[in-house]
């Protein structure tokens, strides 16, 4: 597929995130409006969804955009879903009539959490990922835990954490101890993270166990996602119940979704199995994308330095597997359930995700471009992750999904 042209000039550019090809939504705030709105990227501008359908311009549409958040029009399903981005692409494209007035810069807004998080649930499925972290901790020989080439491993994380790009975020505080500590500590982490991810976006209910090609079908779309990972708080308070203060801090997620429409151009398989998956997790077809993924750091003041690149294809299991492995104890799915992808790594240094894996648990240190050494983040750094699947003169990508670590709050018993 090449690029498909549109009446927006800056949509044609070959370097846009946006182009009529990809049409993601988010909500945006503009000026002293009361109510944040929807509204679908094209170019550097933003088209103004709940003008359009205030003006009739969706056509038989059941109003869903007198809301700030895309829920309503998620639960519609997705007949509705591809009826409106065939009714955008008619709206947008070259030749059609221009509608200017419904443009609005994206310079000039401020983007807010594009959908009401219902729940959030966070994965573990890159195998380099898994086995790094293991070697780090358990040893080459039994860095994969027995069960991962099996089952896609998750907890439940907190809903209330998730924000949007530019959001700060605070240096949590936590118990920590150290290997030669005889009791913990109560104190600001020391070992703040990233962690570079995917997150899938569930637009349709369940109620009981899902095939994957149904799991797939109930995902709405794609955001990026920034687990931020304590990782001093969460070696102390893991066992046995794995993460849970070490992983409340934020989730800082791409403002913009970009639907699995303009994503299927670029679908491919997860990669050959170690051990066949029961039949329940085996897929009908490819379910990962060819996304191009970037990890950046820039430090207060300083030049940005590019941490990490790597893909998501290299995940060993896709959303789709996550989502109906999710439903197979009756668990139900909501409309507005969030779902990331874990840590995507790939086999080379210079594919991992987080910094745990590119210092080695702070053993190698890196050298950003403007001579500051980093294992983990300081106070004053903006993390900024940026993905895009490339296409024929053209790129299907996310905006920026950035935040920046602001100083731990004062002592909470010192007040």
């Not at 969804?49 to 009739?56: H, P, Q, V």
């Not at 895309?70 to 009714?87: Q, V, Y």
């Not at 983040?377 to 699947?389: I, K, N, Q, V, W």
């Amino acid at each position: 597929m090449a690029l498909m042209k549109s009446w927006v000039a800056s949509a044609n550019s070959p370097n846009t995130d946006f182009p009529l090809n990809n049409l993601p939504y988010g909500v945006f705030s503009c000026g002293n409006d009361t109510m944040p709105r929807c509204g679908v990227a094209i170019g550097d501008m933003i088209f103004d969804l709940f003008k359009a359908e205030s003006d009739g311009l969706l056509g038989d549409l059941a109003p869903v955009f007198d809301v700030p958040y895309w829920n309503d029009f998620m639960a519609l399903g997705p007949d509705a879903w591809a009826g409106l981005r065939a009714t955008l692409m008619d709206l947008l494209k070259d030749g059609a009539e221009e509608r200017p007035d419904y443009l609005v810069a994206q310079s000039d807004v401020r983007m807010v959490l594009p959908f009401q998080v219902a729940e959030y649930t966070d994965f573990y499925a890159s195998k380099d990922h898994a086995t790094n972290v293991g070697t780090m901790f358990r040893g080459p020989e039994n860095a994969l835990p027995p069960n991962w080439l099996s089952i896609p491993i998750g907890y439940n994380g907190r809903a209330s954490s998730v924000v949007v790009s530019g959001t700060d975020v605070r240096r949590p505080w936590g118990q920590i101890k150290g290997p030669d500590d005889d009791l913990p500590r109560f104190e600001p982490c020391k070992r703040f993270d990233l962690e570079l991810e995917f997150g899938a976006i569930v637009g349709q209910p369940s109620d009981g166990p899902v095939t994957v090609a149904e799991a797939d079908a109930m995902i709405f779309g794609y955001v990026l996602l920034n687990d931020w990972s304590a990782r001093d708080i969460q070696a102390w308070e893991y066992q046995p119940l794995g993460p849970f203060q070490a992983k409340a801090t934020a989730t800082t997620i791409s403002p913009w979704i970009v639907t699995k429409e303009a994503l299927e151009p670029f679908r491919t398989a997860t990669p050959d199995r170690e051990r066949d998956l029961l039949p329940y997790l085996q897929e009908p077809g490819p379910m990962l994308y060819d996304i191009d993924l970037d990890v950046a750091l820039a430090p207060d003041g300083g030049p940005e330095t590019v941490l990490s690149r790597t893909n998501y294809s290299v995940m060993y299991y896709s959303s789709a597997q996550q989502l109906a492995h999710h439903t197979t104890s009756g668990c139900p799915m909501r409309v507005g359930d969030l779902l990331g992808s874990g840590t995507i790594s790939g086999p080379q240094k210079h594919q991992r995700g987080a910094l745990l894996e590119l210092t080695w648990g702070g053993k190698e240190p890196v050298t950003l471009d403007g001579g500051e050494i980093r294992t983990f983040l300081e106070d004053g750094d903006t993390l900024t992750l940026r993905g895009a699947a490339k296409g024929d003169g053209y790129r299907v990508g996310f905006g920026d999904c950035a935040g920046k670590v602001l100083a731990a709050f004062a002592a909470p018993y010192s007040r």
